[in-house]
């Protein structure tokens, strides 16, 4: 308002409940740091460890906004009932002032703190200014939703029971209604369990909006997390590698060094592709970042969004030979060797024992396998 100064840059979500949720770590440093742009949902938890200081889901409004706009929308928040607050409970009062305190010393940033936004939505997002490059100050984590977190979003009525039925999906395929997730006509998702050669079973789902066109697969494992992860590198120096298959699991990361680009677990989902579809995928996804393009972008993430683009199409077009490289700790993806029954000589496949880091972040350090039965102690 220009006549009173009031602002409101309140938002709501007009996409869809994500498959998982993103839980943003930033590690403020500076204040370069506070200028970050920051879309913050309704559902979304916002905390500093340091302090101690949690804003709950659902307490506030969605907003965009920066980090420094964040630490002063709680400021403003905690500040609006002291008068109030100071004549029924003063001693509460003078320890809210304390805290106000620390907050607006943060902003300063004498020290670094750490900011982490939980959305199990999946719709919150902490800008990278270093895009398309790996931010070494920001760790994105993604997620399943537990059941309470599910029940939160309305994704799940009270006492709702899931029933599971054991059939034979080989040779059928699978049909059930969804929503097309760009223009929300009623659409149909087919299901497939498919056996990929010399490799494992795997479950593909494909939705094809008639309405829009809209097209989208994703894979999901079919198998057991691996005893081991896996690591490949393929050395790209033909254009014929663009044809080989791929299987990107939601657990694979990928590296491409010649373009210092880095791809986090979960982005993506899984895919079954070939290695022109998945780079094109990737293009596509940094590319058209909404915080990359319009008045939001500085001009020279413009021209390094740009750069980065024309040296994937000429990777793709086989002009710049480099190498690509996926890791997937659950050990549940796959890139073609066309050189079967022999190796290939352009690729390198190890496999590795696994942090208990990346066992963590899979769920494994507390899966119990044996013994988790009542009555059942486990065997040794």
Same mark, same amino acid.
Request: aromatic letters at 6%; hydrophobic letters at 30%.
């Given at each position: ?33 506070? #200028?970050? =742009? ?66 607006? =010393? ?104 008639? #309405? ?55 982005? @993506? ?5 070939? @290695? ?58 796959? @890139? ?45």
């Amino acid at each position: 308002c220009e006549h009173c100064g009031w602002n409101n840059t309140e938002i709501q979500s007009a996409g869809r409940i994500q498959d998982q949720g993103v839980c943003y770590t930033l590690t403020v440093r500076g204040l370069e740091d506070m #200028n970050r =742009e920051v879309v913050k949902t309704d559902s979304a938890t916002t905390r500093i460890p340091e302090l101690d200081f949690e804003i709950p889901a659902f307490s506030q409004k969605g907003a965009l906004t920066t980090i420094e706009g964040l630490i002063n929308r709680a400021i403003s928040g905690l500040e609006q009932d002291q008068p109030t607050q100071k004549a029924s409970e003063e001693a509460i009062s003078e320890r809210i002032d304390e805290f106000i305190v620390k907050l607006k =010393e943060l902003k300063q940033v004498a020290s670094p703190f750490t900011l982490i936004i939980d959305d199990p939505s999946g719709n919150s997002f902490v800008e990278n200014p270093h895009a398309p490059q790996k931010d070494d100050s920001l760790v994105i984590t993604h997620y399943s939703q537990t059941v309470q977190q599910d029940k939160m979003l309305g994704l799940q009525a009270e006492g709702q029971e899931e029933k599971l039925e054991e059939e034979d999906l080989r040779n059928e395929v699978l049909q059930f209604n969804t929503n097309c997730p760009e223009c929300n006509a009623p659409a149909q998702t087919n299901m497939k369990l498919v056996q990929i050669p010399h490799f494992k079973e795997v479950i593909i789902m494909a939705t094809i909006c008639e #309405n829009c066109g809209h097209r989208t697969n994703e894979v999901k494992s079919g198998g057991a997390v691996e005893p081991l992860g896996t690591k490949i590198t393929l050395h790209i120096t033909d254009p014929s590698d663009m044809a080989r298959d791929i299987l990107k699991s939601e657990t694979c990361s990928v590296e491409i060094p010649e373009l210092e680009f880095e791809l986090g677990m979960a982005v @993506l989902g899984g895919k079954f592709t070939t @290695l022109e579809g998945l780079l094109k995928d990737i293009r596509e996804l940094v590319t058209k970042n909404p915080f990359t393009l319009g008045d939001s972008s500085s001009p020279g993430q413009s021209e390094k969004l740009q750069e980065f683009s024309q040296k994937l199409d000429q990777i793709i077009e086989g002009h710049i030979k480099a190498h690509f490289i996926m890791n997937d700790p659950a050990g549940n993806s796959y @890139l073609q060797n066309i050189y079967i029954p022999d190796d290939d000589p352009e690729m390198k496949v190890e496999h590795y024992k696994r942090t208990f880091d990346q066992n963590e972040e899979l769920g494994l350090n507390d899966m119990r396998t044996e013994g988790y039965e009542s009555g059942l102690s486990p065997l040794r």
